[in-house]
């Protein structure tokens, strides 16, 4: 959003600061979720080069310019971790070599586009099949016509897209309407601006994995909403200029976009099911009203009829999606972090960010930092954390575990340094069976708690683990004491 708006102010008069402030924007977009920020790329760039008030020449020269901020913000991280050496920083989760550009382009990029027959094990990535997020197996998985559909299945659909036709009327009048404009009209430039974007993303997450990860999402309804906004707006000026195809716009757009909230809605009949009904209603009173306003009478009242209409129909329009999104407010529904509203919220995944998490020597809480609050243990795990904090005995580490899925509460909510054996994937070598001794060795390790989902080399530790460890007599966990003595005597 700070990209866009950066690179509206610089179209309007070629100014090239905001234009380079949407590099840095982007360039930090990338922090955070990588090659996907770098999507609105062709929106922005096609807003500034289609639009600014500059000769051709100019216009790219400003674009060149921008490109390489963004390229030097998204590439900091990247290069920092790759200049520090392996043995200073965390292992970089999702690969097989410890290395961020492996992570950027096979594990967080290709391997999301596997279902294409893309295969990111020469870029140094874990198997795509291991990667949280991935289209799940099942019947029609890999199918084609599945691949590309799911961004109207209910699934995504029920999380962004109850505004898909009125959107996507919005932008081929918005670009139709006003081509006769001049190059540089601000308006114009806007509904290309938000169409290119909403087409682009559309197409990535069609042909990319998205799995429970509604939460991406997010970037689809940022286009979703300013088209909707800036079409109920041409639509209901043309309404009211009276003649031409162009008055059957906003009925079009209030009668398409309440039938297909009603169909999304219907997928889940047991979820507000007045949902459905309640937009149908709605949606035909406003065609009622607006259609009165067409008739005989003072000119005031029609108009005042007109506006009514115009009110009932955003109603009709944006209630689901308000009704569907209010749901977070209900604690009834088990909302996962992962963005999602309603009855699909179920997912339990955890967003154990896959950034450097797994390895030797940072991990966890940073040294003299107050422990988090444990609200979020139960009595178990919160036992469980009084223990072997109390026994920690000056080691790095609280304890290591088989899977992040069972380090992850206490990182989360008490801030504990934990080892979570395999990653986030469970499929990153680390630690190797020679590194887990020599981190009990060295002291920096003494407590394994085994059992639940069990990695790779999770696996095979928690062998070494029940042969050289002793398991102690804890009721609500398999934690076992492993002693330096014990694993500095083994080659």
Partial sequence: LLAADATLR????????????????????????????????????L??????PAVLRR???????????????????????????????????????????????????????????????????VAAQTMAGTVPKGPGAGHAATQWAKMVGPS????VGWLYPAAALAAVCGLVWLRGRPRTDPLRAGFLLWAVWLA?????FSAGAVGGHTYYMGVVAVPLAA??????????????????????????????????????????????????????????????LLTLSRTDGAEGARRRVAVLGLGLAVVAMLG????????????????????STGPVSTWHHHNARQRTLSAPPAAGNAGGKAPKSTDGLDEDQRRLLAYTRAHQDGATYLFATTSWRSAAAYILYAGAKVLPMGGFTGAAPTPTGAQFRQLVASGRLRYVVL????????????????????????????????????????P
């Fill in 156 to 159: 995504l659909a029920s999380q």
């Fill in 227 to 288: 088209l909707f906004g800036a079409g109920t707006v041409q639509f209901w000026r043309a309404w009211r200029n009276g003649s031409g195809a162009r008055t059957w716009a906003l009925p079009v757009a209030v009668v398409t976009t309440v039938v297909w909230s009603a169909v999304v809605a219907g997928q889940y009949p047991t979820f507000l099911p007045w949902l459905a009904p309640a937009a149908i209603i709605l949606g035909a009173g406003a065609l009622a």
């Fill in 200 to 204: 682009t993303y559309f197409l990535v």
């Fill in 10 to 45: 610089a179209a309007r008069e070629a100014r090239l600061r905001p234009l380079l402030a949407a590099g840095i924007w982007v360039g930090l977009g990338f922090q955070a979720k990588m090659l996907e920020a770098w999507a609105v790329l062709p929106a922005l760039g």
């Fill in 47 to 52: 807003l500034y080069v289609v639009s600014a």
């Fill in 320 to 339: 689901p999606s308000a009704a569907w999104a209010a749901s977070v407010l209900d604690p009834a529904y088990g909302h996962s972090g992962m963005g």
């Fill in 59 to 125: 216009r790219l020269a400003h674009l060149a310019a921008a490109g390489a901020v963004c390229l030097a913000v998204s590439a900091s991280w990247v290069l920092l971790v790759t200049l520090t050496p392996a043995k200073d920083r965390p292992y970089v989760d999702g690969t097989t070599n410890n290395s961020a550009i492996s992570q950027v382009v096979g594990y967080n990029f290709l391997t999301r586009f596997s279902s294409l027959g893309i295969d990111a094990k020469d870029t140094g990535s």
């Fill in 451 to 490: 059992g639940g989902v069990v990695t790779v080399p999770g696996r095979t530790n928690a062998e070494w683990v029940r042969a050289h460890c002793i398991r102690l007599p804890l009721p609500t966990s398999r934690l076992y004491r492993c002693s330096p003595r014990s694993a500095a005597a083994l």
